[in-house]
């Protein structure tokens, strides 16, 4: 069944399209698409081994010229040093204003793929195909992009909105149980500040084992992302909602230096932990953070803060965050399930929701 819905924004509007099996109708849909006659794909080396021999079968159609770049899988691909051999390789290319770039593999691809759609030449258009949960229902949709620098996650950046996103779920099929759960705590994070009944139809299915139906989820997801995304382009107010989880979460991935969780398993810890601290405080509803550690093992996700990570630590990384202003840091939190607000900190007080 194909969904979708379009993002509406004062300078852009573009479609967000969920449908099973679009990849193998891709090359059609991209020549129909366009307007250039070039266009570069940026992927990783884990998505490529899987699918590469299809995306290869499917840029033939487009009657483009086409060149693929893959990069190496994990947050390595979305390092800042890549993008020199990047921008070098499109400009061997010959990649010009007319043509485009196609992101094709998870969040990571996605976001340095925008980036360096934002940045070469001044700008060109770009398409999104997310291949993991975690793009899929999060970071394809929305224009954040951006690279890491090793002393913060996604510190460089900018807003830039792609031309189309294409979702085919038929994608996390070849997923691992990690990724799944990694994926799922996105979902959990915009249902838990903004969406009740998902949040509540997810935690039934995980009290009940009952199969989801990942397109619908994926769906609902992005509904109530664009309403925070259309009131809120540059994320100045309302959109930091979607930062839940992750003032704590980005800190954790930082200093996770035995690489055992991912991105959705951070801020599955930054959500609990944020949660359990405000409600202790009287910010947030009693029992909230009861209601969030239930969701998160019933998918398999950690709500505990790693042991061999320093309080003091996570602290000091959490001073980088982007929703710094001065001395003051705009967190994320719930009044109750369903409600997020942005309640602002002094730095000095961080320890305190820890």
Do not use: W
């Amino acid at each position: 069944m194909k969904q979708e819905f379009t993002i509406n924004l004062n300078q852009r509007k573009y479609p967000v399209t969920i449908e099973d099996h679009s990849f193998e109708k891709l090359g059609e849909t991209l020549k129909g698409l366009l307007a250039g006659k070039r266009l570069a794909v940026i992927t990783d080396r884990s998505v490529y081994d899987i699918y590469g021999k299809e995306l290869e079968e499917q840029l033939s159609k487009t009657e483009k010229k086409t060149m693929v770049i893959i990069l190496p899988p994990g947050k390595d691909a979305k390092a800042f040093h890549t993008l020199p051999e990047i921008y070098g390789k499109l400009i061997s290319f010959h990649l010009t204003r007319s043509d485009a770039l196609l992101a094709f593999g998870g969040g990571n691809i996605g976001d340095i793929t925008g980036f360096v759609a934002a940045t070469y030449l001044r700008g060109i258009d770009y398409y999104q195909l997310p291949t993991t949960v975690i793009a899929q229902v999060d970071s394809s949709i929305g224009g954040k992009v951006s690279v890491n620098l090793p002393e913060a996650h996604n510190i460089v950046g900018c807003f830039y909105q792609p031309k189309q996103v294409f979702i085919d779920t038929t994608f996390i099929q070849s997923l691992s149980d990690f990724q799944l759960t990694n994926g799922m705590a996105e979902v959990i994070k915009i249902a838990a500040v903004k969406d009740e009944d998902l949040f509540f139809d997810l935690l039934k299915q995980s009290r009940n084992k009952e199969i989801r139906s990942i397109d619908t989820i994926i769906y609902r997801s992005g509904l109530s992302k664009k309403l925070l995304i259309e009131e809120d382009e540059k994320a100045f107010s309302i959109r930091m909602l979607l930062s839940f989880g992750h003032t704590i979460g980005h800190a954790i991935r930082l200093l996770d230096t035995k690489n055992i969780y991912g991105h959705g398993h951070a801020v599955a810890m930054g959500m609990y932990t944020i949660t359990s601290n405000s409600e202790r405080m009287g910010l947030t509803e009693p029992g909230t953070s009861e209601l969030l550690k239930e969701i998160l093992i019933g998918n398999d996700l950690p709500y505990m803060l790693p042991d061999y990570i320093s309080r003091e630590d996570i602290v000091s990384k959490m001073q980088n965050d982007k929703k710094r202003s001065g001395d003051t840091l705009h967190l994320a939190l719930l009044k109750r399930i369903g409600k997020g607000y942005i309640h602002p900190v002094n730095i000095n007080d961080l320890e305190d929701f820890l």
